[in-house]
């Protein structure tokens, strides 16, 4: 049942949950309520109500063709969520639950993958396995300047901040609704951060004595060197499903470039190898390309297909 909680919450698709049968009880329906669409987060910061309305009746349906007693509770939480008022734009809430310690990481985000023009309004698979990535390599990222390339709503760099104890960690996108959103994020996720004074990032927090957090808007295409020489040494870039547009891969790889990182770990769902494999061979002239084993799933989850691929850009000296 811990594994449909974790799937409700961050919101996958409804059509690829499965209701286990200690969820069909009446006590199991009745659990099942209170830690979903019942649970004080989800009251307080809910999930799109047209998602919990399609997880509700994907139960009730499940219940009902194999005849098993309604518990009445469910009946109510969807009459409930039927009078909520329409919700305004397709923006709402998902929540990420990290490691044992019940820890969650909470973003706005939107339902559809394209949304006001961009991609970057809701989480992608990509920054799933770089999250999962990032906790199996804590010690790579303690104490580490790292700048993110195309962060989208966050998810990466909040696992990362959260659990990996950087010294820096520098959020970055080029889109301005998306950088609006992240920095809504990361504000939601540290509420009690200090801002750095007279910082001219567009946020500039200190999360506690040893990590820093920064967002700033970095567009490949046009990029603002001072702003990266801003952070100073940076150790590695990270990036989450960045490598779709073939346009973009010359700029992508400037920005790597004058990143300046000796190292740099990109996840890439790959949909389309051929676009993969050009930018792998554009990548080479630059960098060492090595792949890396992806990930097992284990705080996050992820359909298989398509796949995800890890890769290290090594930067090869002159
Ligand atoms: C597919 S989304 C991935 C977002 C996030 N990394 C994730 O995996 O959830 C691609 C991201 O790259 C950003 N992006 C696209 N073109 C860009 C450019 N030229 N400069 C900077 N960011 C760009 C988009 O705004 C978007 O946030």
New binding site residues.
């Given amino acids: 049942m811990d594994k449909l909680i974790q799937r409700f919450f961050s919101g996958l698709p409804v059509s690829s949950l499965n209701f286990p049968s200690e969820a069909l009880s009446l006590e199991g329906q009745m659990t099942l309520l209170n830690a979903t669409v019942n649970s004080d987060l989800v009251l307080k910061q809910p999930l799109r109500y047209q998602y919990q309305k399609a997880f509700l009746k994907r139960l009730l349906n499940q219940l009902e063709s194999l005849d098993l007693v309604v518990f009445e509770g469910l009946y109510s939480a969807y009459v409930r969520l039927v009078q909520m008022p329409h919700q305004l734009g397709s923006k709402s809430f998902n929540h990420y639950r990290v490691g044992s310690g019940g820890d969650v990481v909470t973003l706005i985000e939107d339902e559809n993958l394209i949304s006001q023009g961009?991609?970057?309004l809701r989480?992608?698979t990509?920054?799933l396995a770089l999250s999962e990535w990032c906790l199996n390599n804590k010690d790579l990222i303690t104490n580490k300047t790292i700048l993110e390339?195309?962060?989208?709503?966050g998810?990466?760099g909040l696992v990362a901040c959260r659990h990996c104890h950087p010294q820096r960690f520098c959020f970055s996108?080029?889109?301005p609704e998306?950088v609006k959103t992240l920095a809504e994020n990361i504000k939601l996720n540290f509420p009690t951060a200090s801002a750095v004074p007279s910082s001219k990032l567009r946020l500039d927090l200190e999360i506690d004595k040893t990590t820093r957090v920064s967002l700033m808007n970095?567009?490949?295409?046009n990029i603002d060197c001072t702003a990266i020489a801003a952070l100073g040494k940076i150790d590695f870039v990270l990036?989450?499903?960045?490598v779709?547009d073939p346009e973009?891969f010359q700029?992508l790889l400037n920005a790597l470039k004058m990143a300046d990182g000796e190292c740099n770990i990109f996840a890439c769902t790959e949909r389309n190898p051929d676009t993969l494999n050009l930018f792998l061979k554009e990548a080479v002239h630059s960098f060492r390309c090595i792949e890396l084993s992806c990930p097992e799933q284990k705080n996050f989850t992820w359909e298989p297909v398509p796949l995800v691929r890890i890769f290290q850009f090594q930067r090869k000296s002159n």
């Fill in positions: 961009t991609t970057g989480t992608w990509g920054a390339l195309g962060s989208g709503v998810l990466t996108d080029g889109h998306v970095l567009s490949w295409d990036a989450a499903d960045v779709y973009l700029h």
